[in-house]
């Protein structure tokens, strides 16, 4: 897993930069390289993220079916690492 820099809103107020804040070194970009990183052989096809109602965000990944078999067995060790990861 590559070590990436978060930018946090002051970026932008800071006299001695200029221009916008960097895509790439946002939050929501750097976890998103954090989940691809995990998960590297097998590819994601998609990303639903649910809002419970006590205000719980889940997010709900899925994989290319093709690497199934080879996947299956770690989805729950992907979920304890990312969540260390990013919370």
Request: charged share 30%.
């Amino acid at each position: 897993i590559a070590q990436r820099t978060i930018l946090g809103k002051s970026f932008r107020r800071n006299q001695k930069t200029s221009g916008p804040l960097p895509r790439s070194r946002t939050l929501t970009a750097v976890q998103d390289a954090i989940l691809e990183d995990i998960v590297y052989p097998t590819e994601i096809t998609g990303k639903r993220t649910r809002v419970k109602v006590d205000g719980k965000r889940v997010l709900k990944v899925f994989l290319d079916s093709k690497d199934q078999v080879d996947v299956e067995g770690r989805t729950d060790t992907f979920a304890a690492v990312y969540g260390k990861l990013t919370n």
